[in-house]
């Protein structure tokens, strides 16, 4: 007990020996005007630190220009003043432990320059680039005050929209987050569509780090590209709502009707953001279809300096769907095939028509939770529920035609089908600054995670020859769980320099079991027992251990960190029916690395490169080697003897930010390479070849147009990338113009009758587009992207092809002081076949769209008669490629219509003001003792600098 009560005391005591070693840092902004000088109200100041300028503090001046920071460690720091009205200052000053400062009154002038000069400034601010992030004022691209966030991003240079998907530097936009707090989880499509472009400060690019990554500061391979929104209003209700009847007249000679209604509202608060979404329609994209969804996002923070925060989010969707489709496969057939049979025999070509329909529903609830227990303690906890439950049926008839195009095989299929999933986990990090020595901290993660998935199928296939049809019902049942553990010490060295030791722990462990009874037609029933040739019960488990250094520099915008590991990874395997059989235990030994680095040459120009390795565990799926005979024309199986994936990357990116002229260029290389890639081995057109249960029997043979399948490993795989994109202002004819290129080669490998295929692709793209910058009511914008692709394969020289693709899009939408509104787009593609088999598929598509409305409720509300594909030529063609055959598809899409659509924005300014949000966060510099970035260190709340102010800039400020 004596201990114990030690133990706290000396606790408690090093908390206050910490406190006192943080002071305040006070301050007043004036300005004179006619010799009178008064406080300026409202001014936004930001405390940088110059040991590492992604530590960031921002305050607003109150009454009398007073300011004040809270807790600064001891340090040197730039100090810069902005506010509209304005002109931005800048003063760096020396804060000592232990000793509060007071910044002697600091006088601004204001802004004086003419209206045409203040607005060459505005547009020239346009980007900057802070560490790891990429900045955009918002207020340097006009949109439409009714546009939604996705408008907004699709002029910024560097980023494509292209429906719900960004991209950037070549990758994926994986995450949306609104003030540094995920929104609406992974939902990117939902999150870009629910913030208003008016409501937007600034948007960040970055790459965010996994939880554990982003919680040390120590890169771990596993990052992903991420946006944060950062909006303006501290307090407001703002939102929108639209509904919408329309018609396609005779389609299938009769009149379909169709309706949709969805909205969304945010109530943002100062300690909270609340978002409420909800949608339902039955023309989502397919003439036969029917959803509804509902979510709210919800987001809190509490405590002085936000010491508890929350995230959490839940959505629900409904679906029920028909669908019709038709398609082509040519198969290419390699050398061996095409000498060892006959013509007659020897099947090419399927066409397939399929008629189908769904229904289901899914729930999905994620949460974060962080708590800075004191100054040396943090924790941080994510969970997550996702369940679902579908049924499904459908019918498809499939020819096969021979080389000889003499005859044919028809293959029918049915299939009914019911899955209920579930799918949950919590995963937490806590964090320990041990002693008085700034960075000496020890950190702990854990983590368990659980899934279930149980479905019920009955398939039934029937071929026009003398073959006996097989029907079946077959039960799945598939469960899984894993436990994780690490802990990780770090201890600094020096000012800017850290060292850690870590070691991790997980267990997963995975059932799957498939009972399969088959139908007797003589009985008319389904036989009693489990028929064991087509059933199978496997476990499968793996424990991982990895152990390693860690290393971690940052100063003055520089950064670099790094991590080696040994990994040790155990596999049991053992298939517990028809009969029990434990495989051997194998054990696999890794080297797994991450190096990142982050270099800030100046204000305009970064560096950053990133090497990492990482292993990929087969399924238990892929390891269960029980024979699926679903569809008699594709049997397959798993493969027991299947290891581990292991896979090399790198990639290194340049970005330069014009701050004077508003340019932006950004380039980048990149490259992948993978050991034991597990791909797919096929055996085809071998008519008689035997497939053996894992017992040795002999299950069935294969037809003349049968396959069957399993996984393996193979070596082979590899990829390189690169891109370049620039973007720049045409101030004369207020628009932004952006042109951008990129290139690949890369190589996958297959296995088709035993014999190694290598698909070696070599592509070439960009595109170039102009967006209107000169008026927040007419908005347009044309882009062109061409893309080239050349692939050819080892095995079957006659696969070989080469394409150009062409994809010409327009916008214009024009709003009129009266109210009146114009609107339309245009959406051109082309496949350009450059070789005899490309060419055989060349496609052409050009979309159309029309809408005249009239602003209404104060110009808040539009009321809009719409015409959708006004030349009808949506059609539902899609083709695709891959090293086994070619495919071309039409399947049951909405054609033109025509209707009226209702829009209603909201808007209410609740609480007044401009925001003071912050950027993201993540890892805490103070833990570290300062000078050293995390993950996610901040980069600040806008873009500030003349003509744009705190707020976001001249022209996009309020409502």
Known sequence: MRKLLFTFIFLLTALAVSAQSKVAVNGT?????????????????????????????????????????????????????????????????????GKPLTIPEWEVEMERHKIDEVSVVTQAVRTSINGDTISYNAAAFKVLPDA??????????GLKVDGGTITTQGETVQKILVDGREFFGNDVSTAIK???????????VFDKLSDEAEFSGIDDGNSYKAINLVTKIKTAIFGKFNAMYAFEPKRHDDTQHYGSVDGNVNFFRKISKTTLRFSANNMNGNSDSKMGMGGINYIAQWGENDKVKLEGSYTFNANNNKHWSWSERDYFLTDEEIANNNPDELYQRQISNSNSQGKGSSHSFNTRFEWRISERQRLMLRANVSTSDNESNGTSANNYFPVSDIGDILLNNWNIGESDNINTGVNGHYMLRLGEKAGRTLQVNFGLNYNTSDSNSENYSEKRVNEDPIQQRSLSDNYGYSLNGGITYAEPIGTHAQITMGYNINYNENDADRLTRLYDFLSGNYAADIDPEYSNSHN??????????????????????????????????????????????????????????????NMENR?????????????????????????????????????????????????????ENGTTFSVGVGGSIAQRSIVTSVIRNRPGYEVISPDGELLTTLSP??????????????????????????????????????????????????????????????????????????????????????????????????????HIFGNVRVVFGF????????????????????????????????????????????????ANDVFNRNDGFNRSWNSQYMQTSMSSVIGRYFGIKFTYNLRRNTGGG??????????????????????????????????????????????
């Open 194 to 204: 629910t913030i208003p472009a008016d409501q937007i400060k600034s948007v960040e």
């Open 914 to 959: 401009q925001s003071n949000n912050r950027s993201r966060e993540g890892f805490d510099p103070s833990m570290m003792g300062g000078g050293m970035r995390g993950g996610m260190g901040g980069t600040g709340g806008g873009m500030g600098g003349p003509g744009g102010g705190f707020g976001g800039g001249g022209g996009r400020g309020g409502f």
């Open 148 to 157: 939604d966030a996705d408008e907004l991003l699709a002029k910024m240079p």
């Open 29 to 97: 902004i004036v300005c004179s005007e006619n010799g009178v000088k008064d406080g300026v109200v409202g001014a936004q100041i930001e405390l940088m630190s110059l040991r590492d300028t992604l530590e960031k503090k921002y305050a607003l001046t109150a009454i009398r220009g007073a300011y004040q920071f809270k807790q600064v460690a001891a340090g040197k720091y730039r100090v810069i003043a902005s506010s509209l009205g304005y002109v931005a200052d800048t003063i760096e000053i020396t804060v000592e432990k």
């Open 540 to 601: 499968t488990s793996y424990l991982t251990h990895r152990v390693g250094p860690g290393f971690r520099f940052g100063n003055e915008g520089t950064s670099i960190n790094g991590r080696l590991n040994y990994q040790h990874v155990t596999m049991n395997s053992e298939r517990l029916y028809p009969a029990l059989y434990t495989l051997p235990e194998k054990k696999f030994q890794n080297i797994t690395y991450s190096v990142m680095g982050r270099i800030k040459l």
């Open 705 to 806: 147009t049968g396959q069957y399948s399993k996984p393996v490993n193979t070596d082979g795989a590899w990829n390189y990338n690169g891109h370049i994109s620039y973007g720049f202002p045409i101030t004369w004819i207020g628009c932004n113009f952006n042109i951008d290129a990129n290139g690949g080669v890369n190589q996958s490998p297959s296995i088709i009758n035993e014999v190694k295929n290598y698909s070696k692709r070599r592509t070439a793209g960009g595109g170039v587009s102009l967006s209107s910058n000169f008026s927040d009511y007419v908005d347009f914008r044309v882009a062109y992207h061409p893309s080239y692709s050349n692939v050819t394969n080892t095995a079957s020289p006659e696969s070989d092809r080469e394409e150009l693709n062409h």
């Open 607 to 659: 560096l950053m490169v990133r090497v990492n390795s990482a292993t990929s565990n087969p399924s238990v799926g892929q390891l269960q080697d029980v024979v699926d005979i679903s569809n008699v024309n594709h049997i397959s199986a798993g493969n027991p003897d299947l290891k581990p994936s292991y896979s090399h990357r790198a990639n290194l990116n340049y970005n330069y930010s014009g701050i």
């Open 819 to 866: 109210g009146l509104t114009l609107s339309a787009n245009a959406n051109y593609s082309k496949v350009q076949g450059l070789n005899e088999l490309a060419s055989k598929l060349e496609h052409e598509n050009l979309i159309c769209n029309f809408g005249i409305g009239m602003k209404v409720l104060k110009k808040m509300g539009e009321v809009q008669l719409v």
